[in-house]
């Protein structure tokens, strides 16, 4: 598809009536129609490129119409009432197309949905938080903390958000709200989450640098300048509660980037077979084993999805572990995966157009191969101390799991 066609321009028929249709047939629908399409044209153009932000909010939007950001909101409240492991199958379908669109989708409802996990906190005395977001905005994102990088501290009814972010962050470039997990100081240190306004005075968003993969991720590092944020605004303040929030935010943030690498991998394990079938070429055993891991990476991550809607909050501590475990291995798979399919397809594989399947879609393995090598997660302090080399991707034994 060449750059000058605007993927948005057949919005009429990529946003079906929610009354209408399966959800997986709308997904994979959706997934072909405008992931795929809007994530080639933003690799094209840069990921810094205000084009390309315009066309991300564009594309948000119309995920939001189409019913994919509000999959597990009751039915009541407008959203499509499925379980974690539905909405689950669903968001990998879609990261399919893209990984960094699948992973905003996931992640832009964040905030809203960080509100109501403090409110499962403590029910009867949590009835009050009421932060206003707005309706028609659903870009979001979070901001796990780093070594003490943002702090909170109180002065007068109200608190100053002061520090910045070491790493950049999927969706920061574009979000209106962010859901930021801090620091407090009052006297010792322990851990809240913040539902952070980003259009005020006092926040600066620093663009990432050139990208290599998954540049439709609108993604940005923060700092902000002793920012004023209203007291309703902070949750879990009290350091009795301390850290339940954080685990829940944590584990969303990892779960997000499972489900987006996830799709990378199965994006490259179905085209890198339909290409080897196509062309005449005897299944690839390798390939059987990956598939093999594939799925049960899958069902692996559908368990954790659930786990994160119906565990108590004192309880998603070693979800969090166990997400970014997760995460990581899902990762070195897509990395593994979308190799053999770059080696698979010959040197037509690195061509801008991709490779041609026989019904003339198209399959690109190049940029899967590239957006799979950006989603590796850096070495973090939740690692054990042990496992912080492997999750190193520049360590050898990193894809020990995926191949």
Do not use: Y
Not at 179 to 185: F, G, I, L, N, T
Not at 367 to 386: H, I, N, Q, T, V
Request: proline share 6%.
């Amino acid at each position: 598809m060449a750059v000058s066609s605007h993927p948005l321009d057949r919005r009429g028929r990529s946003a079906p009536s929610r009354a209408t249709g399966q959800w997986p047939e709308r997904a994979d629908d959706f997934s072909q129609a405008l992931v795929l399409p809007v994530g080639l044209v933003v690799d094209r153009l840069g990921p810094a490129s205000s084009g390309a932000l315009i066309l991300i909010r564009e594309f948000l939007r119309l995920a939001d119409r189409a019913g994919f950001t509000t999959l597990t909101e009751p039915s009541a409240a407008g959203g499509a009432g499925l379980s974690g492991g539905e909405a689950c199958r669903i968001l990998i379908m879609l990261s399919e197309g893209d990984a960094a669109l699948g992973a905003l989708i996931a992640l832009s409802r964040a905030p809203a949905r960080c509100i109501a996990a403090a409110r499962r906190l403590e029910p009867g005395s949590r009835g009050h938080i009421e932060v206003p977001l707005p309706i028609s905005d659903r870009a979001g994102c979070l901001v796990p903390r780093g070594p003490g990088q943002l702090r909170l501290r109180r002065e007068g009814s109200g608190w100053r958000l002061s520090g910045f972010t070491r790493d950049v962050l999927s969706g920061a470039a574009i979000a209106s709200h962010a859901a930021v997990e801090c620091w407090v100081q009052d006297g010792g240190a322990h851990p809240v989450v913040a539902i952070v306004p980003l259009n005020r005075p006092g926040v600066r968003r620093i663009p990432a640098p050139h990208a290599s993969g998954r540049r439709a991720g609108a993604a940005a590092a923060l700092a902000f300048d002793a920012l004023w944020l209203e007291p309703e605004r902070v949750l879990d303040a009290d350091e009795g509660g301390a850290g339940r929030l954080s685990s829940w935010l944590r584990a969303t943030g990892h779960l997000a980037e499972a489900l987006a690498a996830l799709g990378v991998a199965r994006a490259a394990h179905r085209g890198a077979t339909r290409w080897r079938a196509e062309h005449g070429l005897a299944p690839a055993p390798s390939l059987g084993r990956l598939g093999w891991r594939l799925t049960h990476a899958e069902r692996a991550l559908e368990v954790l999805c659930v786990r994160l809607e119906t565990d108590a909050l004192g309880e998603l501590g070693s979800v969090a572990v166990q997400a970014l475990g997760l995460r990581r291995g899902i990762a070195q798979l897509a990395v593994a995966l979308s190799r053999w399919a770059l080696l698979s397809c010959g040197s037509g594989a690195v061509d801008a157009e991709g490779v041609q399947h026989m019904d003339r879609t198209r399959f690109h393995p190049e940029k899967l191969f590239r957006d799979a090598r950006a989603g590796r997660p850096a070495p973090s302090a939740e690692d054990p101390p042990a496992a912080r080399l492997t999750a190193s991707p520049s360590s050898n034994r990193s894809m020990s799991w995926a191949t």
